[in-house]
Nanobody
Framework: QVRLVESGGGLVQPGGSLRLSCAAS????????MSWYRQPPGKERELVAHITGTGSNTNYADSVKGRFTISRDNARNTVYLQMNSLKPEDTAVYSC?????????WGQGTQVTVSS
């Protein structure tokens, strides 16, 4: 079955960096677009970044453009989110998502806290 496992979250100071990973299994990874979402405390989940199956196209939420980079390694069945210049408002649970045969699958999420 489809499985997504995120890692790499933690506590970081403003201006710092983190790299999140999402390890995928149970489907033909390179054939599917992947997305990162986040849910800040008390707010709705929002799309952060999206990448096509080949990695040739990406798009980002306006709030993270120029600071975050989504990438993927299809040999390792893993999608990454490099987060630089982190701000307190980036604090959230970050989750990866894939839609396989019209079914939406989420990982368990990883907490990112940006605080001094």
């Amino acid at each position: 079955q489809v499985r997504l496992v995120e890692s790499g979250g933690g506590l970081v100071q403003p201006g710092g960096s983190l790299r999140l990973s999402c390890a995928a299994s149970g489907f033909a990874f390179s054939s599917y677009a992947m997305s990162w979402y986040r849910q800040p405390p008390g707010k709705e989940r929002e799309l952060v970044a999206h990448i096509t199956g080949t990695g040739s196209n990406t798009n980002y939420a306006d709030s993270v453009k120029g600071r975050f980079t989504i990438s993927r390694d299809n040999a390792r069945n893993t999608v990454y989110l490099q987060m630089n210049s982190l701000k307190p408002e980036d604090t959230a649970v970050y989750s990866c998502k894939v839609v396989v045969w019209s079914s939406v699958h989420w990982g368990q999420g990883t907490q990112v806290t940006v605080s001094s």
